[in-house]
């Protein structure tokens, strides 16, 4: 092998090592995979504004050992603003949610109020792709708007889902007590059939279901309703229940108050492998009490 060939080669070794070398350095920065399949996030609501600004607010998450954030506040904020926290604490926000659901409705019998809603929306899934988020709950409405207002909810709805889907973001229906899909005043051994059919009425893979199991609790088994719904619940809602009080309404709690069965839930997320999102919804304050909600999260999930 004459010199020549041989200053070739050598240089291109060291021009590819040269050039492997900042991808292996990208990939020693990349977080390992947590040891269990949930992830543990709050409402940034819950964090109290005294903390300070909403990097601040932001930072104080991460410090506590959150995995990361639902910007329940994201109609109070920009995209740009948004991307700039994150930019600055590094806290992973995993999903948006609009404050204005409950008042501006898809299943609103005014269209100018449909047309608002949907662009409340894709402001939302705007705000969790700047964030780096993959969802956004949304609240479609309630029953106060008339036996109409599911199908009118699932034709608004359905408008936003290019935009859910050229930005990667899952649009994620919440279980309240709006009245829709149960019975207020039935028993607590409710089925969840009709939440199956509205979901996949959609035949979308980007919609699904953001599972809040204590506000399923006075009406069904949760475990139950977990396996039955299974890989349509992408994200979990966290707060205690307590069935004891005689006005149910007052029946939420601590998430390891009450008596909801714990135990039973942790086995039926097993059961349908979930792995993804938890974000408490609970009194919030200070750092303290933010790191006991944590605690409590992880107690009642992982046992």
Known sequence: MGATRRTFLAGSAATAAATLLPAARAQEAIPRPPENPILFSCKLSMVAKSIGTLEQRFAAVKELG??????????????????????????????????KHWDVRHTSAEAAARDQALENLKHCIRVSHAAGGNGVLLVIGTSKDGPEGAARSRESIARAIPLAASLGQRILFENVWNGMFYQDDGPP?????????????????????????????????????????????????????????????????????????????????????????????????????????????????LG
């Open 66 to 99: 959150y995995d990361g954030l639902d910007m329940d506040e994201a109609g109070n904020h920009s995209p740009e603003e948004v991307r700039a926290a994150v930019k600055a604490t590094g806290l992973f926000v995993h999903n948006a949610i609009n404050h």
């Open 189 to 301: 051994d409710q089925k969840p059939d009709a939440w199956i059919e509205y979901i996949d009425s959609f035949r979308s893979p980007w919609v699904g279901l953001y599972f809040d199991i204590g506000n399923q609790a006075r009406y069904c088994r949760p475990g139950e309703w977990i396996r039955a719904l299974g890989s349509r619940i992408v994200k979990l809602d966290i707060k205690g229940y307590d069935t004891r009080p005689a006005d149910k309404r007052k029946g939420f709690v601590d998430i390891t108050a009450g008596d909801l069965d714990w135990a039973e839930v942790r086995k039926a997320l097993a059961d349908i492998g979930f792995a993804g999102w938890a974000a408490a919804e609970v009194r919030g304050g200070e750092k303290p009490r933010l790191a006991e909600v944590l605690a409590q999260m992880k107690r009642a999930l």
